[in-house]
């Protein structure tokens, strides 16, 4: 094989089995007509109320409920799969206690599943909000010290800590997506500088699950936008190259009124999300 074709191989490559999980979600949803050339079979799961009432899209595909705080469910979820794209669990911030149990027990039982299993792929919905404290006149990258903005942005930080443990001591790759805002337009000034299309996820998904030796990757998620706070030169070897922009939001979103100067909207990476809470279970 020469180095051109094996350099191109990853683009026609397939699983026999991949595991969506986070299914019914809002990415899930967008994701699962896109990832029949991924695989022969793809398994989608999500929790089972959510699940209900959901058919399979095709032969290729698989529907399953699982809760990720049920250790045996995941485990019986994860077989026969030999990748996962993991987007399940509590993608706001929430009391901890709702965290805790999809976000932290969750993140720990799909890689002991993954691990027991052989699967050696595992795709990472982390987030920017691993990073949100940053200020937005700031540019960081992956080897930047975290600054979770949140309960929901620490279960990040702790799912990116278990995908390097899995990697270093039972070579389960990950590549780490800090996603930034994945929705069909961008509707404010922050999502200017975080806003990803679909069509670059896929792109990147595609580049995380079959390029090879990405060992722990973490990689932003944001399309070519103009203003952006992120630097993915340590994800270079995936070679992801977006090709969608924010800026043709751009108008649309200028048009509307400026937040105060103090506004964490304005001021940090992070947002809203920053100033979430606090969730006091003992409060009147």
């Known amino acids: 094989m020469s180095a051109e074709t094996e350099r191109d191989a990853w683009q026609s490559a397939r699983f026999s089995r991949l595991l969506l999980t986070g299914a019914a979600g809002g990415v899930g949803r967008q994701l699962r007509p896109r990832l029949a050339s991924f695989a022969e079979r ?3 799961a999500d929790l089972a109320a ?10 290729h595909e698989e529907v399953l409920g699982c809760d990720l705080a049920d250790r045996a469910a995941v485990d019986a979820m994860v077989a026969g799969c030999e990748a996962i794209i993991h987007l399940g669990g509590v993608s706001v911030e929430r009391p901890f206690e709702e965290i ?3 976000n932290i027990k969750g993140v720990f039982h799909i890689y002991e599943a993954a691990r027991r299993h052989g699967v050696k792929r595992v ?4 987030s920017n909000h691993v ?10 990258d992956a080897h930047d010290l975290k600054r979770p903005d949140g309960y929901y942005g620490l279960s990040k930080s702790y799912g990116e800590d278990m995908a390097q443990f899995y990697f270093d001591r039972y070579g389960v790759e990950t590549v780490s997506i800090r996603i930034g805002s994945i929705f069909p337009e961008a509707t404010n000034r922050r999502m200017l500088a975080s806003w990803m299309s679909m069509d670059d996820f896929e792109q990147l998904l595609r580049r995380a699950l079959f390029i090879a030796g990405v060992g ?8 070519a936008n103009a203003k952006t706070w992120w630097d993915n030169r340590h994800a270079a070897h995936l070679g992801y190259a977006p090709k969608d922009s924010s800026e043709i939001f751009c108008a649309k979103v200028e048009a509307q009124p400026q937040p105060a100067a103090d ?22």
């Open 42 to 44: 793809v398994r989608v």
């Open 50 to 59: 959510a699940m209900q009432g959901v058919t399979p899209a095709g032969a």
């Open 100 to 102: 805790l149990e999809a």
């Open 123 to 126: 795709i990472f919905a982390s």
């Open 131 to 140: 990073t949100g404290f940053y200020r937005q006149d700031e540019r960081i």
């Open 216 to 223: 722990h990757t973490i990689v932003y998620g944001m399309s």
């Open 263 to 284: 506004d964490p909207v304005a001021t940090l990476q992070g947002g809203a999300f920053t100033a979430a809470g606090p969730f006091d279970p003992l409060a009147d």
